[in-house]
């Protein structure tokens, strides 16, 4: 991950989680290197394994059979030390081959410690490497002075499947860092569009409410001194605006603080998630706020993805706080047109609402309708906005349905 981590990626909270990985690691291992210990005593499998040397068998022996198990117990930790590993393995079949030991399965240990070293090692690799190869040119000096009929080619070729297996695990080794390098980058992405989004949620919470609560707190600070009787509406209107804006803010940091995905979808979430269910309370709260909004819904809701009925939702409560700071007391007309295919909104208000249209938006993709646009045709979907030729401005977006499957 980035230098920015999240809190539940510090290695604090994480420690459990890797601990527990190493030991199904060592469990592993552990497992193989007993499978291949038991093995080795199989009298049909004595023949197979890897071997160089050629000189006179010797009857197998205590020291022999410390060989044999050298060969195979290292491997337990093939991937916590494989460097380890391949050293005392590789110093085993060494001995082996030069004491003139019978060829035993287990010396097919040499093979699995090479490629654990190149696939695992970490630190040291061309050290490591350079440390094989010169204690095998020993061993073929040794084994050429004890009189094995190996020839140089012979040794040369047995070395090019050692290099081989060697590389196998190298391959190995890189073509995992690359998908964690993927994987990496696909989750920066995936964080940073998450801020984006929350920046966008933020900002479209903050400037509606606000508006609101500045709109209404105007009027009743009018109704104080010409109606009074009527200040207490506006107050009551003020509060409610205020605990509608805290409860999207809370559901913001419920999103915040989960995975990444959207806190609508649980139920728990369900009365704070802002969804196309809850645009007649963003149309009551403008009617208290002193602005006449008609609302009308043509064909059959049915419950649409997070990401539309979020989108449609932050349409129509952009348009009405633009309503409310632009053409305050103008009547104003919701409309929201369900399809099978497409969701349409329309919002029309008979004041002239043109000057947010001309905010850029900013790098989250807020700043008002602007914003919203851009929003809209990240789910393929187009809006327009612009002054009615009778009058007055209006806002029209059509979103692709995303009707969620039962």
């Not at 230098?3 to 420690?15: K, V």
């Not at 090479?114 to 050290?127: D, E, I, K, N, P």
């Not at 600070?221 to 109606?227: K, R, V, Y």
Request: hydrophobic share 45%.
């Amino acid at each position: 991950m980035t230098s920015r981590q999240l809190p539940w990626s510090r290695p604090l909270l994480r420690a459990p989680l890797d601990r527990r990985q190493e030991r199904d690691v060592l469990l592993k291992d552990g497992i193989l290197a007993l499978a291949l210990t038991l093995t080795a005593f199989v009298p049909t499998l004595s023949g197979i394994g890897a071997q160089i040397g050629d000189l006179p068998e010797r009857p197998a022996n205590a020291l022999g059979l410390g060989l044999v198990l050298a060969h195979t117990l290292p491997l337990a930790v093939r991937r916590r030390w494989p460097a380890a590993s391949l050293a005392v393995v590789a110093g085993a079949f060494a001995v082996h081959q030069a004491l003139g030991f019978a060829t035993t399965f287990a010396s097919v240990g040499l093979y699995l410690a090479l490629y654990s070293a190149g696939a695992h090692q970490v630190r040291f690799r061309q050290g490591l490497a350079a440390l094989m190869g010169a204690g095998y040119a020993v061993l073929a000096v040794v084994l050429h002075h004890f009189g094995s009929p190996q020839s140089v080619p012979d040794y040369l070729a047995f070395s090019l499947v050692l290099a081989a297996v060697w590389l196998l695990g190298s391959t190995v080794r890189t073509r995992r860092a690359k998908e964690a390098q993927r994987r990496r980058l696909a989750a920066e992405t995936a964080t940073t569009a998450e801020r984006a989004r929350i920046a966008r949620e933020l900002h479209d919470v903050v400037t509606h409410h606000v508006t609101a609560m500045v709109v209404q707190a105007d009027a009743a600070q009018f109704l104080l001194t010409s109606a009074p009787e009527r200040a207490a509406e506006g107050l009551v209107a003020v509060s409610d605006t205020g605990r509608r804006a805290l409860t999207e803010l809370r559901y913001l940091l419920d999103v915040l603080e989960a995975t990444g995905e959207s806190a609508a979808v649980d139920p728990a979430h369900a009365d704070r998630a802002p969804t196309l269910g809850r645009v007649g309370d963003l149309v009551e709260r403008a009617r208290r706020s002193g602005q006449p909004v008609e609302f009308s819904q043509q064909g059959e809701r049915r419950p649409q993805s997070v990401d539309v009925e979020l989108a449609a939702y932050r349409v129509v409560q952009e348009t009405l706080t633009n309503a409310l700071k632009h053409a305050a007391g103008e009547p104003t007309r919701v409309l929201l047109r369900y399809g099978d295919e497409h969701l349409g909104i329309e919002v029309a208000t008979d004041g002239p609402v043109a000057a947010p249209v001309a905010r850029k938006p900013g790098p989250a993709g807020g700043r008002g309708l602007a914003g919203l646009r851009a929003r809209v045709r990240m789910l393929d979907g187009e809006l327009e906005a612009g002054p009615r030729p009778e009058g007055g401005f209006e806002v029209r977006a059509t979103i692709p349905a995303k009707t969620l499957q039962e």
